[in-house]
């Protein structure tokens, strides 16, 4: 039961415009959602995270948006630049776990071009 | 300062052999957690250790252990190793607070033969 979901495996922009990424999550009790990116051969690495008390996030070319309701959270990353193209992961912790349980998407390839 | 550490980087083992990964986290990190990664699956939460205890496990079968050391490196070990055991091994340290985000190490790639 995947109970966070990243359904578009991949997606390609071109340098300067916007990647939108998405994810869905099944679980109510999910109440601090990340990103992570993750080059080939390396870990993942953080790039922002939003708490279910607020429904935006920005830190510079990043934003991250949480619709609680429709329990959907988007990445925004304007403008894209070809060192963003890596495999981009969704997470999510829950009341009762400790930021250290998380819980991934299956993660997004995007390719940035030129 | 430096990063997470993980050893080996790549190891073949022999199916039913056991094996041992280790783990150094950042200085200062006293949580440690472990994650699987396989082709499809994301990325699977294995357990979690702070301050030398094991403080959150995931759904694994016993044959997946670990434990940390009182300066908080982390040895994971998995017991007689399945096929299905092939996969990519992450290690991540925070300070431990609620909302303390991971950082992780570049990981042990086990393939099981």
């Known amino acids: 039961d995947q109970q966070v979901k990243q359904n578009s495996p991949s997606l390609s922009v071109q340098e300067g415009r916007i990647s939108i990424l998405n994810c869905d999550y099944t679980n109510s009790m999910f109440d601090y959602f990340l990103w992570y990116k993750k080059y080939p051969a390396e870990g993942p690495t953080f790039l922002i995270s939003?708490?279910?008390?607020?429904d935006k996030n920005e830190d510079g070319r990043f934003t991250v948006f949480l619709n609680k309701s429709a329990k959907h959270l988007s990445l925004h990353i304007v403008p894209s630049q070809p060192g963003d193209s890596a495999v981009y992961f969704c997470a999510a912790s829950g009341t009762t776990g400790t930021a250290s349980k998380l819980t991934f998407g299956t993660g997004t390839r995007l390719q940035v071009t030129l | 300062k430096a990063g997470v550490t993980q050893t080996p980087r790549y190891l073949i083992k022999t199916r039913g052999q056991q094996v041992t990964l280790s783990c150094s986290p950042i200085?200062?990190?006293?949580?440690v957690s472990w994650y699987q990664q396989t082709p499809g699956q994301g990325l699977q939460f294995l357990f979690e250790?702070?301050?030398?205890?094991?403080?959150n496990k995931g759904n694994f079968p016993g044959r997946f252990s670990g434990r940390q050391f009182s300066n908080s490196r982390s040895e994971m070990n998995v017991s007689t190793l399945e096929l299905g055991d092939s996969a990519l091994y992450l290690c991540?340290?925070?300070?431990?607070?609620?909302?303390?985000?991971?950082?992780f190490g570049n990981g042990t790639r086990l393939t099981v033969t």
């Open positions: 200085s200062g990190h006293r949580s």
């Open positions: 991540a340290s925070s300070l431990g607070g609620r909302l303390s985000p991971l950082h």
């Open positions: 250790y702070f301050s030398e205890t094991q403080r």
């Open positions: 939003i708490s279910s008390i607020k």
